[in-house]
């Protein structure tokens, strides 16, 4: 594949992920005070590690320390690989939006909308999971083991989320352990909720293979080159049916690009036939689209 052609930013499109950024944090913050906390149970990665190092202290000195201060501590280290693998920009924007999550915890109103703690930890779950996914697919991360996650999700293209789960489920088996192992199975169901919920709402790294049936192979592809960096493979041959001569032109994307890549079809030649497949493995050179990358040209 060709290099990406970087684009001017789009400030339409900035100004929705701004708005759906913060509405993520609404979404976070909501299950958390409202199903997380009210039932006890541990949050996910470091705010779960920042919630339990306050229990901790306040239990052996009788010092409340805020659970912010704790979760902006946690973040420094992941925070430096983070500015090394991914970029400065996507660290700093990450920050951002950790100290807005922070404030709008801090701010939002306790509800406590059920006491059954198996509700709350699905529907937490979700509303968290949701919440995450949601600023994932803006290109920037809500700091602690999202840094992690999109730090080697950018650098090696692969899911980091089961090993985000494997971390927090050791964490509840530290809570269990010390305050008692009711509330920590009903962390692992929120910690699986969550997870699930982040997987499927967020499929940025995954790849689609389209293949492209149509009289107008060099106008197509020439456009795809030029509006996504994406090359592409052309095949000829003849329709079985109208017996017409036909190109079919084979290229991979990133599923975030898929609709891109349709829309520049569609206007090179409305009549042309798409078919998306979901790619399991790819080897080869592939232009991936990177973090800085989403953060600065908005492409989706």
Known sequence: MVEAIKKPINYRKLAIKV????FGVLCYSFGLKCFIYQAGILP????????LMQKLVYKSSGVLIPITIYNLAWN?????FSYRLVGKKFTILSFIVLFLFNFVADSFPSINLTNDPFVASIFGGILCGFGASLWFRCGVSGGGTDFV??????????????Y????????????????GWELAFYSIIYQYVST???NLFYRHYEARTIFIITTKPNEVASAMIEKSGHSSTQFDGIGSYTKNSKSMLYTVVTQPEVRQITNIIRKCDPEAF???MKSNEIQGKFNYLSVEQDVIDMNY
């Open 19 to 22: 708005v759906l950024i913060f």
């Open 44 to 51: 996910a990665g470091f705010t779960g590690l920042s919630s």
């Open 76 to 80: 420094i280290v992941p925070a430096s």
């Open 149 to 162: 996650a999109m730090s080697v999700s950018a650098k090696f293209h692969i899911s980091t989320f089961g």
């Open 164 to 179: 985000i789960m494997a971390f927090n489920i050791l964490l509840i088996m530290i809570q269990g352990m010390i305050f």
């Open 196 to 198: 699930q919920a982040i």
């Open 274 to 276: 798409i078919n998306v």
